[in-house]
Nanobody
Framework: QVQLVESGGGLVQAGGSLRLSCVAS????????MGWFRQAPGKEREFVAA????????DYADSVKGRFTISRDNAKKTVYLQMNSLKPDDTAVYYC????????????????WGQGAQVTVSS
């Protein structure tokens, strides 16, 4: 099992930026794909971004392509989500995830979840 702790959420105006961090502990971090999902009130949890264990491959939801960037630092056991040009529709709780996939993942393939970080974008 991997323990994941997110940080960096908050309140930002539309057009602003935030960076989420997720620190992992437990079983090997560097050999697993990592990802970010989000869940808005009344909606299902949806995929946002994922990255392969070496960081060479990434995948993004269409809704965030060109605005969000996922990266990882295996030495620090940390995965990041840089969010730029934020929109009110990006408001959600953001969850860090680890999966035993190549890098693409669905929520059903996630092995462990973080506790979530609230991101609120005001108009």
């Amino acid at each position: 099992q991997v323990q994941l702790v997110e940080s960096g959420g908050g309140l930002v105006q539309a057009g602003g930026s935030l960076r989420l961090s997720c620190v992992a502990s437990g079983r090997s971090f560097s050999t697993n794909a990592m990802g970010w999902f989000r869940q808005a009130p009344g909606k299902e949890r949806e995929f946002v971004a994922a990255i392969s264990w070496k960081g060479y491959s990434t995948d993004y939801a269409d809704s965030v392509k060109g605005r969000f960037t996922i990266s990882r630092d295996n030495a620090k056991k940390t995965v990041y989500l840089q969010m730029n040009s934020l929109k009110p529709d990006d408001t959600a709780v953001y969850y860090c995830a680890v999966a035993s996939t190549n890098y693409r993942m669905t929520r059903h393939e996630v092995d462990d979840w973080g506790q979530g970080a609230q991101v609120t974008v005001s108009s």
